[in-house]
Structures are given as structure tokens and as C-alpha cells.
């Protein structure tokens, strides 16, 4: 649902914003035939019920996406998790020197009061909808019928066309017999152009959007211009004697209520006033301009309503996030800014998982076929990011595999495709630039600490005390929104023996581990495991995870218990912080300061709690 909300929200800017060209072309262009207008309104539908972007040379609408969470200038990641929202990577650990605080956190957060409200919104409106229905159906229940689908009704004051796949013409029985030719000739147009159809699915869009005014805005004018352009078709080879009793009638059968209908089209609805003047004023339009009209509508909808090629901004938008080649001066070497990655921290790491490049005191540097990343391990924040298929080394296998190696000291990066025996790319840390260079390397300056000798993911280091540390990567598996590291290394205390994930969601980037002082008044408790989050709310077995958290007893010696996967907890005040259970079915944990064993009465591994159903898979 959260991945729906999000798209929703992501899909309807654009659609505001051709909701808005629509809007001034019909201003600006009102001698155009009416019958431009609904085709108009559809290519807004057809963006409204797309969850996929639209991309053109003619584009004019940034080719990233816009939802985002703070500011793009100042993250060097964007991420996107299970939410599907646009992350800015791990934003809350990039300012410059703190963590920003996450929001408070009390079971039901703010995201899910938006999804609630966005839900009870549309089931309003398919209420109405539904209850309309039944209303109208009630009222024409004992009409009479007096040819196929035509039927005339005592309880109505209006014509109108009223199904969908099977339409029938519902008459007043107060009309006069002979106003019934241009009644029918009315509705049954609407039949020929499909109005039946398109006006309920205009209705079921507004549903899903009816937070956004600009798709009110397009629903009423959608309505307006359908009865126009139906109007237009039935007049336009009829005389002047025809159209006048045709207005005529219009006029007589006007019942502008106010209200919104959603699925019957009446003969006289809707902005009867506008409709009479643009019959008596009607001349029909020359072929060549009919044809000039669509084009130039087209074209102005598919600048404004599509996005640009990545191609395309790549080359013309120095200033945009895309990657682009920018020339300093013709005495310097041209430089490619790097872009910031798109995480789908759902997807697997690849065959090949993740790798480490190197890694020193201070920070590690790694990535995968997703991009390309150096994070600050002292302060828990990433220090730069980069795309790397601009430049075409996102391959982990086959011709365009790429070897990525790091100088000594970790300031840059090189990054040489296999194929290619003649050209690498050098990535300034610093800068944020790549530059192209020829394929030259002094094998004596690179960092030599990555392995994977032991069987896992490693990058060797010497501490300042020439103690020899390793970073190491666990739960490299199924998803990327598992993925953490470790520090190991003779000298490292137990309690620094901790797990820190490096793709987390929103909410948790401010969490620090927890004592057993620490914990008391849970209110919320999740886990990312096996590709899944789970989430805990219920209150009995919320206290029970409290119990066993807080009156745990640190332990003695070392726990041959397996300790990889971070649990969250919430406390009732907002703060969140970090244990981690056992995999197995050990009675042990990990905490801030060390591993506790935990009442033996109560079992929290991951496995159990799950195994159990405390925890529900979000």
C-alpha cells in the first residue's frame, strides 16, 4: 500500500502540470474544434493511471523523480525503499555534522495517517458513487419503455444517458414528443463517442486523486467539454432552423443542480448558457486547421506531460542531478559530475553482492552494479555516492565487467573496464568528478586490504596503533536493505562488536543501540529479514520483548551465537533504538555494551518471534 501511495503521489505533479496546459489551451485556444478537448483530458487520464514515466526529446519535465525527502543538492544518495519513496541517501545522516533526529514514532506514524486518510477519501467517493447509482436506478425503476434502450419516467426532470454496457435514454414524461428527435439525436451520440465509458473512469481517477484540486478542476471541465464536443458533432450538418429548436430544447431540459453526477450524461446538465452560445456561433473548421490544432496540441501536451531522455539530459542540463560532461576550460580536462544513485534497496545485491573496496579508520568504500559509495563509519553517514552506469561501469560480469581498485588513503577511486585495455576512469572522492585517463596504474599506490580469503567480504586496515581491524559485510543475501557491516580486529571491545546497516528506512537513521536501561515503554518493534520488514504492535507480546530486553543479564565469556540482523524498538517518547536478537534459538541478544542472556522463560531469536507470528510482514 505505502508503495501505492507513493506512486500515486510521484504520478500526480506531472499530471497537475498537464492538467494546467490543458487549462490554457482551452483559454488560449478556443476557436480549436471541441471535440481536441476530451482527446486532451484522455492524455491526462492516460498519465493518471500510468504508474510508468513517459520520456521524450521534446520533454520538458525533469527526467528524476520529484518525491523526494530532503534536499537533493545536499544528499549524495538517493534511495528508494520498500515505500517506494525517493529516499536522499540516508539524508538525516548527511548533514554536516550531526544526525537529524527521526520523527517520533509512536506506532502509527505520519505516513500512515496520509495512507489512512488517502484511503477513506476514495472510499467516500465510490460510496457516492455507489449510492448515486442506486438512487437513480430506484427513481427510473418503473419508467416505461418506448423503443430499445429509450424509456420515458415520471420521477425524472432531466434526459439522460445512464449504463455502461448496456446504455439506456431515460426521458422526462413531461417532454413534448417532438423535442424526442433532438433529445436522442443527443444521447445516442454520446453512445457512438463512448462518453458512457469515459465520464464513470473519469469519476473512479478522481477517486484515487481527490486530494489534488487540479484533478477537481479537470473532472468539471472533463464533464463541460464532453457535452461541447458531443454538441458540435450532432450540429455540425444540420441547418440553422434545426439548431435553433435543438437550443430550444436544451434550454428547456437545463437542470443545473450543482451537484456532481458521476455516470449519467444529461441533455441539458452542464454550462447550458456555454453550450447555446458556441451552437448559434458554430462554423465548422476548415480540415487543415483541424490537423494544425492536434499537432500543436499534441506537441505543446508531450513537452509538458513527458519527461526528458536521460540521453538527453545528460547532454543539455549541466545544472540538473543527471550526469553530465562539463568543460572546465580548453587547458583542463573534461569532467563528469557524478549522479546520484536510484537504491531500489529491495532488489537483490547481484551475483556478484556487494564488495568492499577498501577500508581505513574512518570509513569504507564499496558498492555494486547499484552505484558506488564511501561512508563514514566514525559518524555513522555517507560522505559521497555515485551513479556509475552514465559512465557504463555498473557491469559486475561478462565484456563490460569493471575492476575498481582504490588508492592508498581513500581519496580516489579508479575504475577500468575490463574490455577496454587503453582507458579508465579516475574518481576524485572529494570532488564528486570523474575524469577519463589512459590505463596506467602504479600498482604500489593502490590499497591492497580487500579480500575475500575467508570467505566473506573483507577490507584489512592498520589502527594508528598498527593493530590489524577488518570491516566485514553481513546479511549480503536477498535484499540491499539488509545489508551492514561489522568491525572486527583483536582489539576491538565486545561492545564495539556491533552490527550498523547501511540501508535503512527513514524513520530509523537516528537510532543508536540500546543498554538494558534503555528499554522500557515499547510501542513498536521491526526487523528487516529475508527480504521482508517485519513489524510488531501488538501490546502483550510488545511487553513481553521488553521484558526479555530489560531484565536481561549480561553475559560472561563469548556467545557462540550468531548476532547479524539489528532489531528496532520504539519507545512511547519517540526514541528508537537498536538490539540484536540471536538467529537461532539461543537466549541471547546483543546490546549497546555488550551480549546479555535473557530470561529463560521467553525465547527472542529472530526466528522464534517470527516462527510465532509476533511479528507481521509489512
Known sequence: ?????????????????????????????????????????????????????????LGLLPSSKIVEYGSQEQAPVIIRTGLNIVDDGIDSYISNNAQASAPIDKGIGFLDVCIFLWLAGIFVLVLYMLVSYIVIRKKVSQSINIEE??????????????????????????????????????????????????????FLLLSIYWFNPFCWIAYYLFCKDVE???????ISKRDSLWKANYCQTLLEC?????????????????GVKERIKKIMVYKKTKLSVVILAIVICGIIVICFGTRKKVSDASKNSAGQEKTVAKEKDSTKQDEIIGQKPV?????????????????????????????LFVYDTENQKYIQSVDLKPIGCNMTQGDGAVEIMVKKGGEVVYLHKMSDKENMYEYSVENNTFVKKKYNLDKKALYHGATTDNGYVEARFKTKKGKVNSYIFVNDYLNLSELAYRRI??????????????????????????????????????????????????????????????????GKGLSACPFTYVMYLTRKDGVIGMVIPAMDSCKACVMGDGWYEQDNSLSMSIYDMIEKGWFKAE
Open 1 to 57: 500500500m505505502r508503495q501505492m501511495f507513493f506512486a500515486i503521489l510521484d504520478n500526480v505533479w506531472v499530471a497537475s502540470i498537464m492538467i494546467l496546459v490543458v487549462v490554457l489551451i482551452r483559454i488560449f485556444m478556443k476557436k480549436i474544434p471541441k471535440f481536441i478537448y476530451p482527446l486532451l483530458w484522455g492524455l491526462v487520464g492516460l498519465k493518471l493511471l500510468s504508474p510508468f514515466d513517459i520520456r521524450s526529446s
Open 149 to 202: 434502450r429509450v424509456s420515458i419516467c415520471d420521477e425524472i426532470n432531466s434526459p439522460f444517458l445512464l449504463g455502461v454496457i448496456k446504455p439506456q435514454i431515460f426521458i422526462p414524461s413531461g417532454i413534448k414528443k417532438d423535442k424526442y428527435d433532438y433529445i436522442l439525436t443527443h444521447e445516442k451520440m454520446h453512445i457512438k463517442r463512448g462518453d458512457h465509458l469515459w465520464k464513470p473512469l473519469g
Open 228 to 234: 461541447l464536443a458531443c454538441d458540435e458533432k450532432v
Open 489 to 554: 580486529g583483536q582489539d576491538i571491545e565486545e561492545k564495539d562488536d556491533l552490527v550498523f546497516p547501511l540501508f535503512i528506512e527513514e524513520h530509523l537513521r537516528s537510532a543508536s543501540y540500546f543498554t538494558s536501561s534503555d528499554v522500557y515503554n515499547i510501542v513498536r518493534a521491526e526487523i528487516e529479514y529475508d527480504g521482508k520488514h517485519y513489524v510488531c504492535k501488538n501490546k502483550k507480546v510488545l511487553a513481553d520483548i521488553e521484558k526479555g530486553y530489560a531484565n536481561a543479564q549480561k
Open 343 to 371: 537504491v531500489d534497496v529491495n532488489t537483490s545485491p547481484g551475483a556478484d553482492g556487494t564488495q568492499l573496496y577498501y577500508g581505513d579508520e574512518n570509513k569504507i568504500i564499496f558498492g555494486g552494479y547499484y552505484g
Open 254 to 270: 437545463s437542470t443545473d443542480t450543482g451537484k456532481m453526477i458521476f455516470a449519467p450524461l444529461g441533455f441539458g446538465e452542464i
